[in-house]
């Protein structure tokens, strides 16, 4: 079992009885055994073309007492203080690759088709769990552990069939990102009703509002502090900093969290969720891979500790049960949440068929059944061995998804049909004013949600700490100072609550469409200044008494509304736009949208791709000047910085330049300058390439034509080097004629050749 959070948190209290209790030598000893097991594995994984997450799971099996032929780690806790601290690695990589940007950009799309996976996984693992014997709470995390895709398996499966640039890959890549978000809400809920024995609503919806309070918080003090301070050190900050810092602030929040009565993971998530969104997130990513890949290792080698032989064998019939859910469920709500999305038909079975497989945070949720220990031990090698079922079994199903798809569109009725295509047409659709009604409620809930947050902190700060405080050194004057403090603090922001969301342009086009729109525009405003009021009410009467509150917070309101309300709006729109900055601070960095320099002319900051047509061109010879009107105020290649770079300068990839033009001229360049390699459709890769051997038979499709007419090097990707004819080898040419029993040597990829013969 893993240690439980508390565990970890209590650090021996002296150095001399964490001597006295770790083993530096055997923690030494088990670690390096595991990582040569984990080394050897992965290589074989690897020549086999199978995920690496599996051989870590098996070099796991292999170092556990579960297998006999080798020696095992001689204490299994050294493994699990790494595998905890992998899981807090492992959620803040997953946060530098969530961002809550991400998460508003994945539409609405990919928030219903996850939604319904999860709820239906959910329900599916619950009753299943419920069949197979297991207890509530144990089918409970079942249902959990069966909901969530793997992020890895699947990237790594589209890589390898190379499908990654078709538009359903997309689609599930925004589902994944919606899963991750509700894999952590998971996560507390799960513990919430573990920690309570009992799935009561009134304590389920406690934990789910406390957490949304934090999460808020956190993100609204992240998002304004962060992104500023690192750019106050930005040159200071090379690798080294910025690895030390990086790992600084996920421990740090880490423990945050705890301390809040949350896990290790979520303050950990939270935090790579923040800077994900900042201009360091690339360079994060790079410096903390190696951290994650060691520790992500340590973590599923743990995983696959857990592998008993015997209890996969006794629990077949689950576990092939279980695996079948999985791969039938997945399909379905993932299909079904598709098409309730807008999406085609294909799109829809496509990434049905993608979702087939459960990974990393199956683990996870088991890890954190063991520590708070409601799980069933027996519950976890059956997890594993699913997991592990339907990974292999994934890209098969990819690949099934077009026949599939052809089949259902050849049966499907031709009314069902129409009405699907029909569906998936008008769902894209929207009018002008539901776009704008959109952008009004969006703003609106938003708004509400911080601003609700960072009153409901300032009130429970005032209570708590400041009132106490100022009651102690101040009998007689503290309430009426605290309350003074309290209001002035919480001002900007009841005066940002209670203003419109929507812009006095939108309330024109909307009134200018429907007058009775501006019934539900009146009736939000009402109630944002009710709120407003409440919040008031709230601060005054928890320093004086309610009828006090009631008055005072009347009076106060209108002070802040109609006295002040000029002086305090300009703080607060000044606040806004800072928050917006930091949010956006990636984008804008890379546009220059908000670096004027003069006029429109902007300074942005791009960073040079692995295809982009400059590479190795000077900057003279490049055209940005010429053909984009982009001039480059400076490079910076690593730690080291090219002020004013003459035109003798040679470009590269990675590089990040400073440059300088109009918003037109740098959109218009950003597709050239940073372009990737794009993704090999085929999945033909170089190695594959070889000097091989082709004879002709009288039925080749070859027989009688010429060099030029067998297009050999566009249909088979291959090059004619000679032909061998009778024993005598001729050098050919566009009009050579292939004959039966010719000899053909090619370099190509043997496997394409196969119809030739």
């Known amino acids: 079992m893993f240690l439980p959070d508390t565990i970890l948190l209590s650090v021996a209290p002296s150095a001399a009885q964490a001597a006295g209790e770790l083993n530096v030598e055997s923690l030494i000893t088990d670690l390096a055994f595991i990582l040569i097991l984990g080394a050897g594995t992965t290589l074989f994984f690897k020549w086999i073309k199978q995920p690496v997450v599996l051989g870590y799971i098996v070099a796991g099996f292999l170092a556990s007492p579960n297998f006999k032929y080798l020696p095992s780690v001689t204490t299994e806790s050294n493994i699990e203080f790494w595998a905890q601290l992998g899981i807090v690695i492992l959620l803040f990589s997953l946060g530098l690759e969530f961002s809550f940007k991400k998460l508003i950009n994945a539409g609405g799309s990919a928030v219903t088709t996850a939604l319904i996976i999860v709820i239906g996984m959910m329900c599916a693992g619950f009753g299943i769990g419920n069949l197979l014997g297991f207890s509530d709470i144990n089918s409970l995390f079942l249902g959990g552990m ?31 990102i919606v899963e991750d978000l509700f894999a952590v809400l998971m996560m507390v809920i799960l513990s919430s009703i573990a920690l309570n024995n009992s799935v009561q609503g009134s304590e389920m919806l406690f934990s789910i509002s406390k957490l949304l309070f934090f999460l808020i918080a956190w993100f609204a003090v992240g998002v304004f502090v962060l992104p500023s301070a690192l750019n106050a050190c930005r040159r200071y900050l090379n690798s080294e900093t ?33 800077l994900a969104g900042t201009s360091f997130a690339e360079r994060i990513e790079h ?42 469920g997945m399909i379905t709500f993932g299909t079904f949440g598709m098409l309730v999305s807008g999406q085609t038909l294909k799109v829809a079975i496509e990434s049905g068929f993608s979702l087939t497989q459960i990974g990393e945070f199956a683990f996870i949720i088991a890890s954190l059944g063991m520590q708070l220990g409601v799980l069933d031990p027996t519950i976890y090698p059956i997890v594993v061995a699913v997991s592990v079922l339907t990974t292999f ?87 009426l100072i605290c309350a003074l403090i309290t209001i002035a603090a919480m ?23 429907n007058a009775r729109f501006n019934v539900p525009l009146v009736v939000l405003r009402i109630f944002r200044l009710i709120l407003s009021l409440a919040f008031i009410y709230y601060a005054i009467a928890s ?25 305090v709006s300009r703080q607060m729109h000044n606040i806004e736009k800072k928050f917006i900055d930091n949010l956006n601070e990636r984008e804008l960095r890379r546009s220059g949208h908000n670096n004027n320099i003069i006029s429109n002319l902007h300074m942005a900051f791009v960073t040079v791709g692995y295809a982009c047509p400059f590479v190795g061109m000077k900057l003279a010879d490049s055209g940005l000047r010429s053909t984009y009107g982009i001039s480059v105020a400076s490079i910076q290649r690593g730690t080291t910085v090219i002020p004013v770079p003459s035109g003798n300068i040679r470009l590269f990839p990675g590089d990040t330049l400073s440059i300088i033009g109009t918003e037109d001229e740098i959109q218009r360049l950003l597709p050239a300058i940073e372009a990737q390699p794009v993704e090999n459709a085929s999945g033909v890769k170089a190695t594959d390439m070889k000097l091989t051997s082709l004879q002709l038979s009288d039925e080749s499709v070859l027989i009688d034509k010429t060099v030029a007419e067998s297009e050999l090097s566009t249909r088979y990707s291959s090059l004619l080097v000679s032909i061998m004819r009778d024993g005598v080898y001729i050098t050919p040419d566009k009009s050579t004629t292939f004959r039966a029993n010719d000899i053909l040597w090619l370099v190509a990829n043997p496997e394409l050749l196969s119809g030739l013969r």
């Open 491 to 513: 001002a900007p922001f009841l005066l940002a609550l209670s203003y419109p969301s929507s812009k006095k342009n939108e309330r024109e086009t909307l009134l200018s469409a």
């Open 543 to 567: 320093i004086y008494t309610p009828r006090t509150g009631l008055f005072a917070g009347l009076g106060v309101f209108l002070l802040i509304t109609v006295v002040i309300s000029k002086q």
């Open 393 to 479: 079994t994934t890209p098969y199903f990819i690949r099934m998804a077009d026949p599939v798809y052809g089949y259902v569109e050849r049966h499907l009725p031709k009314r069902l049909h129409f009405l699907i295509d029909r569906y998936s047409k008008t769902a894209g659709e929207e009018s002008e004013t539901g776009k704008i009604w959109r952008a009004v409620l969006k703003r609106y809930v938003w708004r509400i949600l911080l601003y609700a947050t960072v009153l409901t902190a300032i009130c429970l700060i005032s209570g708590h700490w400041l009132l106490p405080l100022m009651t102690e050194i101040m009998p007689q004057w503290g309430r």
């Open 242 to 274: 910025l690895l030390i810092i990086s790992m600084g602030l996920c421990l740090g929040m880490a423990v945050f969290s705890v301390y809040c009565g949350f896990s290790l993971a979520l303050g950990a998530f939270v935090m790579g969720s923040i």
């Open 146 to 176: 069966l909901s969530m895709s793997s992020t890895t398996i699947i990237i790594k499966a589209f890589n390898d069939l190379g499908i990654s640039h078709k538009k359903f890959a997309s689609q599930v890549f925004a589902v994944l």
């Open 287 to 328: 410096v903390t891979l190696p951290v994650k890949d060691l520790f992500g290792s340590v973590f599923f080698i743990s995983v696959g500790m857990m592998v008993n032989p015997d209890v996969i064998v006794e629990y077949a019939s689950p576990i092939l049960i279980l695996s079948g859910v999985v791969i039938v």
